[in-house]
């Protein structure tokens, strides 16, 4: 049986198994993914209206842990259980006097700027299915493959100073980033290379001199016959999206400024070096470029966390590259005054058994785990929730997919109970269930 890429055991990076999508690859209707029976279909079926949102976050940036973060090495250790629950390190309490694994210093000093949910849970064991929960706010069904958190975003508001509004940094590890049930058009854009790697460059921003004009002129040429046949039918929402997705992609082509936003060579040295030098430093310093410039949502990948074994020397392997780069892209936001603006989301598919096993790592664990954020409307300084004292169950407050779900989209000006149209004209809710979590914002 093949295996998920989250499966295949503890990597300092999951890029084994990445598919990149082609974004500017629009030179066929069927690779847009749109028809002119789907955007009919669209058009024909009358939407409940429902109750919108003035945005609080003009932008996220989602950082995913891949393979499972361990609760009690991270945001909710347990510095007074016995060694074989509270694992190989010795917690250390932040700035607000709540505890963070001992190898968060930096986050330490800035607990002060985020909340923490502590009772996050779900009932899904396998990498593949608490992938899916964390990236859609739905359970995975055999029925319907559904939406990423970024192509909803990108469905609903398309994209901003020529950019595409949802970039993968730097690739698509799972399916469940894509755009599920809607258009391809909706999905991410992915670098294709690593903004660590020497001599990093993002394929497709070129300018058109320096793309095969022939080609070029190919696709040029049969997107003008497709835009001719679209205008024989009143506008809908469906086109105004593939008009968005056209100027973005064109955008992207032909514009400096947007290329410019992939240009980590344009920041200082001095900074990038306190970032770090590393995939964690890299990625994160380009996704605070990407939503400067205009991008909506960027969802950045960073190192593998299925520690069945040696979980102290995983962690002390992984963790203070992202200590390091998370505390200083908080900094670096506040600094900008983008912090009140962006929100920054830290999820995993789930966390880890509260009990340490015979080699010494931790396995699977759905039942409670931790999720932080910062910025775009919640609070500071808080927690949210609490897992017992073994961090084995909920105590209090226990959080959903569909919770978080519904309160990221309420932050960025999305109401959850809005429906979109599924291929064959079935409307389907954006987050099923669930509620706004009132009490974590600012």
Not at 170 to 189: D, H, K, L, T
Request: with cysteine.
């Amino acid at each position: 049986m093949k295996m998920h890429p989250l499966c295949q055991g503890n990597h300092t990076d999951l890029l084994a198994s990445q598919s990149r999508r082609e974004f500017i690859q629009i030179g066929a209707i069927a690779g847009l993914g749109l028809t002119l029976p789907d955007l009919m279909r669209a058009h024909a079926v009358e939407m409940p209206k429902v109750e919108s949102f003035a945005p609080v976050a003009e932008s996220i940036i989602h950082i995913y842990l891949p393979g499972g973060m361990a609760q009690h090495e991270s945001w909710d250790p347990k510095p007074f259980a016995s060694p074989d629950y509270r694992g190989p390190f010795s917690p250390i309490k932040g700035v607000t006097g709540e505890y963070v694994g001992e190898k968060f210093a930096n986050i330490a000093k800035i607990l002060d700027k985020i909340t923490i949910i502590r009772s996050m849970t779900h009932g899904e064991a396998a990498h593949e299915r608490g992938t899916h929960n964390m990236f859609t706010g739905y359970r995975p069904s055999p029925a319907i493959k559904f939406p990423s958190f970024g192509s909803v975003i990108s469905h609903e508001q398309g994209s901003r100073n020529n950019l595409p509004p949802y970039v993968v940094v730097p690739n698509v590890i799972a399916p469940e980033q894509q755009s599920g049930y809607m258009s391809s058009a909706y999905g991410p854009f992915a670098l294709g290379s690593d903004p660590a790697d020497k001599g990093f460059n993002v394929r497709d921003l070129l300018s058109p001199k320096d793309i095969d004009q022939k080609r070029f002129d190919r696709r040029r040429t049969l997107l003008g016959a497709v835009d001719e046949h679209f205008r024989t039918i009143e506008k809908s929402d469906a086109l105004n999206a593939m008009d968005s997705f056209y100027q973005a992609a064109y955008g992207l082509i032909s514009s400096q400024k947007a290329r410019e936003a992939f240009n980590l060579n344009a920041e200082a040295d001095k900074l990038r070096d306190e970032y770090g030098r590393n995939t964690a430093g890299q990625r994160f310093l380009l996704a605070r470029r990407l939503v400067e410039a205009g991008v909506r949502m960027v969802s950045v990948t960073y190192g593998g966390w299925d520690h069945h074994s040696n979980i102290k020397g995983a962690f002390e392997g992984q963790a203070p590259n992202f200590d390091v780069a998370f505390a200083r892209l908080i900094k670096d936001l506040e600094d900008r005054g983008m912090l009140s603006k962006t929100l920054v989301m830290v999820s995993s598919e789930f966390g880890r058994t509260p009990k340490i096993n015979n080699t010494n790592g931790r396995d699977h664990w759905p039942r409670v785990f931790s999720v932080a954020l910062a910025g775009g409307g919640v609070k500071k300084g808080h927690i949210y929730g609490s897992s017992d004292a073994l961090g084995g169950e909920p105590d209090t407050n226990p959080v959903s997919p569909m919770d978080l779900a519904r309160t990221m989209y309420r932050l960025i000006g999305i109401n959850g109970d809005k429906r979109i149209v599924a291929d064959g004209g079935r409307p389907i809710d954006i987050v099923n269930g669930g509620s706004i979590l009132t009490d974590i914002l600012a």
